[in-house]
């Protein structure tokens, strides 16, 4: 169990501070031995939830809390692959270094953002998991609110319009293609599980 907060703060920590490079080889987004290792750590903590209820192992009161962080943490992954990319390829900041004031940084993460949070309402949507569709627009209110308090003030007028072009564009299609799916029923679910029981005695 200890290995699990030491691997998430290493991770987190790392991602905010290290270039990607390792033994001085050419950094490639994801195909790179720093990146594998972080992915392998976010594989770890999925493996470990699935693991503990296939065993009936109770490893935290909140079930789902290692599916959660899991999911936190792959997005900060993700997102500090891009800025390691845009280091790399276009010499701009790294977190640490002032990737907040950089205009180009700023404009990849708003659209960045956005497609995660699309991606994430669809599938939250077409599989009916009400939270992570939440979560989703959780993620697309902090965009907003991105653009209106950094976007709209740190970034020139061309990368301010691509922004708020590219993020409007993926929130309308968020509204057409990701509805907010319904409640479950309870009551009937534990019913199903019941009959699942029965049956299987």
């Given amino acids: 169990m200890l290995f699990i907060p030491l691997s998430v703060i290493w991770a987190i920590y790392s991602n905010w501070t290290h270039d990607g490079i390792v033994w001085g080889l050419a ?18 903590l999925i493996s470990t939830h699935y693991l503990s209820i296939r065993q009936n192992q109770i490893l935290i009161k909140d079930n789902n809390l290692l599916l959660k962080i899991a999911g936190l943490l792959g997005f900060w992954l993700l997102s500090s692959v891009l800025i390691r990319t845009l280091h790399t390829y276009l010499g ?3 977190w640490y270094q002032g990737a907040w004031l950089d205009e180009q940084v700023q404009t990849a993460l708003t659209i960045f953002w956005t497609l995660t ?13 009400r939270f992570w569709w939440f979560m ?21 007028t061309i990368w301010r ?9 993926l929130i309308l299609l968020i509204g057409y293609l990701a509805p907010l799916p319904p409640e479950q029923d309870e009551n009937k ?12 005695n």
């Fill in 161 to 169: 319009v691509v922004s708020f072009l590219g993020a409007g564009s």
């Fill in 92 to 94: 701009t900041p790294l």
């Fill in 117 to 129: 949070a699309l991606v994430l309402t669809i599938i939250s949507s077409r599989y009916q998991k």
């Fill in 189 to 200: 679910t534990e019913l199903e599980l019941g009959t699942d029981k029965d049956s299987g």
């Fill in 27 to 44: 950094y490639l987004p994801v195909v790179n031995l720093y990146d594998l290792s972080l992915i392998t750590v976010v594989a770890y």
């Fill in 136 to 156: 989703g627009i959780g993620l697309l209110a902090i965009v907003v609110l991105k653009l209106v308090v950094i976007d709209l003030s740190q970034t020139d």
